[in-house]
């Protein structure tokens, strides 16, 4: 029997790629600000309703970049609940994680937890919308306001996802994405950074293109983050197939809950915002399962599903974080928690209907 992975990368029909490529080899522009790549941001500001986007080769150097871009020094409050790049981003500018629990109802950054962790040193917040779940924006920028503190979004699992004020994507002073195959939408590789300005928008820009401002003027020891033109004209033909690839994942979203919502023992995420991308299904194997979350998890596998402890374990407990006084398991109780609970879903465009089903009745026997 075939195996059912968390996640199966969307694809448009390759014969309408190929135009895509004569247009690259006839003009020679691989990289650089192409026409692809200027096309892709020009498209994305607004299909996203967004001000400003400038493309990267992934998000993790969009990560890392958005740091430097604002000169964030010293210590850094975050959330030990996500993917390890997030705080790996801080590590690459020598920056300290101070690690903050999460709020165990929308499992991101609890912000009444913020204001006890800020010290002297602390420059930022980095928060995460974890599984496309919007962070308290509000709540975070009136304590970043009132400390005098950057904040930064790690919106990876964000893409397309609006709260009531609009996109999720115009909160704090940058946000980051994530174009990565295993995301809703996918470059292969890629990522962005979204300014609130212009100004801010070319400093990224220079950063990411070794610090160049011309041919001769370099003016900051950028990095090359560059998104190129493949990847670029990917963008552009994959975003013509996204309304129809997100309903597909609702459709998926919707039976998932029918089927788990009375089950004793499994807990669904419950979702608050106001347009999802459908990009996890996330549920947590609580203490009333007659199973473990890893009886739970052996038994999908061995019936050729494969689903993924996504984020197990901790950011916190690998070795370069662990000795951190703000990994301790006390001071992050609920994401310890969550992270010994979790488990997400299969949950892709093209994943039958009927695969949905048979998993729901492996769980719930
Ligand atoms: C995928 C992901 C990243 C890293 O993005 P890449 O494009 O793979 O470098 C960062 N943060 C979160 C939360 C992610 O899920």
Redesign the pocket.
């Known amino acids: 029997m075939k195996k059912t992975f968390v996640t199966q990368p969307s694809l448009p029909p390759i014969e309408k790629f190929i135009p895509y490529l004569e247009k690259i080899w006839d003009s020679k522009v691989l990289t650089n600000g192409g026409p692809f790549h200027q096309k892709l941001e020009t498209e994305l500001i607004k299909f996203l309703n967004i001000e400003n986007i400038s493309l990267f080769t ?4 969009a ?1 890392i970049t958005a740091l430097q871009a604002l000169r964030i020094t010293g210590e850094v409050i975050t959330t030990p609940y ?2 390890v ?2 705080s790996h981003a801080l590590l690459w500018n020598g920056i300290k994680p101070i690690f903050v629990d999460v709020d165990p109802n929308t499992f991101n950054i609890d912000p009444g937890k913020i204001e006890s962790a800020i010290t002297p040193q602390t420059t930022a917040i980095l928060a ?1 919308h974890c599984y496309g779940n919007p962070c308290d924006t509000e709540r975070i920028q009136k304590i970043a306001d009132n400390y005098n503190l950057k904040v930064i979004y ?1 919106a ?2 964000a893409f397309g996802v609006d709260c009531d004020c609009g996109s999720v994507l115009n909160h704090g002073d940058l946000t980051i994405m ?3 195959a ?2 809703v939408f996918n470059t292969f ?3 962005a950074i979204i300014s609130q300005d212009l100004k801010t928008k070319i400093r990224i820009d220079h950063l990411k293109n070794f610090g160049f401002v011309d041919e001769t003027t370099v003016v900051a020891p950028g990095i090359n983050g560059k998104m190129n033109e493949f990847c670029s004209a990917l963008g552009l033909l994959q975003l013509e197939y996204f309304d129809e690839l997100i309903a597909k994942r609702k459709i998926i979203d919707s039976l998932y809950r029918e089927n788990l919502s009375n089950i004793k023992g499994i807990r669904i995420l419950e979702r608050k915002e106001k347009k999802s991308n459908f990009a996890y299904f996330p549920i947590l194997i609580t203490e009333e399962n007659a199973l473990s979350r890893d009886e739970v998890f052996d038994k999908l596998v061995s019936n050729n599903i494969v689903p993924r402890k996504y984020f197990y374990p901790l950011i916190s407990e690998f070795p370069m974080y662990r000795g951190l006084a703000s990994s301790s398991l006390e001071n992050l109780s609920h994401a310890k928690r969550i992270s010994e609970q979790i488990i997400c879903l299969p949950i892709y465009p093209d994943l039958e209907l009927e695969t949905v089903s048979r998993i729901c009745d492996l769980l719930r026997l």
């Open positions: 992934n998000g993790t150097i990560l996500s993917f790049a997030t995460v790690d990876a699992h994530s174009f990565h295993t995301k590789e890629g990522g």
